[in-house]
């Protein structure tokens, strides 16, 4: 039996892991779905906040963190390094340190998301599918009702979540840390880490691996037993 802990990415609450922390369940392993908070003035640093605390009480762990919520738990296994099993990125990465998750997009995408913060008094609401077509992000695997849904359910994210960057420490080199590639192949990856692009650069060591799971952002909705299955996978051998 292991014990996960799962972070949402941007606009999501907790609920988004329910099918695959159901599936993890019934293979008997422990889940922490953690709720990052989305108050108007959270920030990165108080989303890294939120997943100590519950490491604190769940953990050893296997630390799960699916989009924006990669980097926050990057930072929080520095942290809380003793409380963390492996480090697992659904179609994410780690930040360098102080770096914000906008940084991330191209000039052009980061002035239409600095600029719809700018119109929805300090928060970036969920964009729609023709939104995310022009950030680059990908909505395969999810049908109409399914994205519906899931853009009725989403949360604002605050502009402290996106505009700022967690706290880095030492990554520890004998951390296993895989990779869940989701939109973006290994390869594609490997080119990037080859070219020094700061999102993918850290990826280079030996303590990194990946495992591809082709679908689109959002793999716990597109594909969770999938997923599930992988995660299971990443499990301690003990």
Not at 82 to 109: H, I, K, M, S, Y
Not at 135 to 155: K, M, P, Q
Not at 187 to 199: F, H, K, M, S, T
Request: a negative charge; one cysteine or more.
């Amino acid at each position: 039996m292991t014990t996960y802990v799962l972070v949402p990415g941007f606009w999501l609450g907790a609920w988004a892991w329910d099918a695959v922390a159901a599936d993890l369940r019934a293979a008997g392993h422990e889940v922490h779905a953690v709720e990052l908070g989305h108050e108007p003035d959270a920030t990165a640093e108080s989303h890294v906040d939120d997943v100590l605390q519950v490491l604190e009480k769940a953990g050893p762990a296997v630390l799960v963190g699916h989009s924006g919520g990669g980097p926050v738990c990057a930072a929080a296994a520095e942290r809380a390094r003793e409380r963390v099993l492996r480090l697992v990125f659904v179609d994410t990465g780690p930040l360098p340190d102080g770096v914000a998750q906008v940084e991330f997009n191209p000039p052009e995408a980061q002035a239409w998301i600095r600029a719809r913060i700018a119109e929805h008094d300090g928060v970036q609401p969920m964009p729609t599918r023709a939104g995310f077509a022009q950030l680059g992000t990908s909505t395969a695997g999810l049908d109409d009702e399914t994205f519906a849904d899931l853009h009725a359910r989403a949360l604002a994210e605050p502009a402290g979540v996106v505009l700022t960057g967690a706290r880095r420490g030492t990554p520890d080199p004998m951390l296993p840390k895989t990779v869940v590639a989701c939109s973006f192949t290994e390869a594609q990856a490997r080119e990037l880490i080859a070219a020094g692009v700061p999102a993918f650069a850290e990826m280079a060591g030996p303590d990194w691996s990946f495992a591809e799971l082709p679908t689109g952002h959002w793999p716990m909705l597109s594909e969770p037993t999938e997923l599930a299955r992988l995660l299971g996978r990443f499990g301690d051998p003990a």
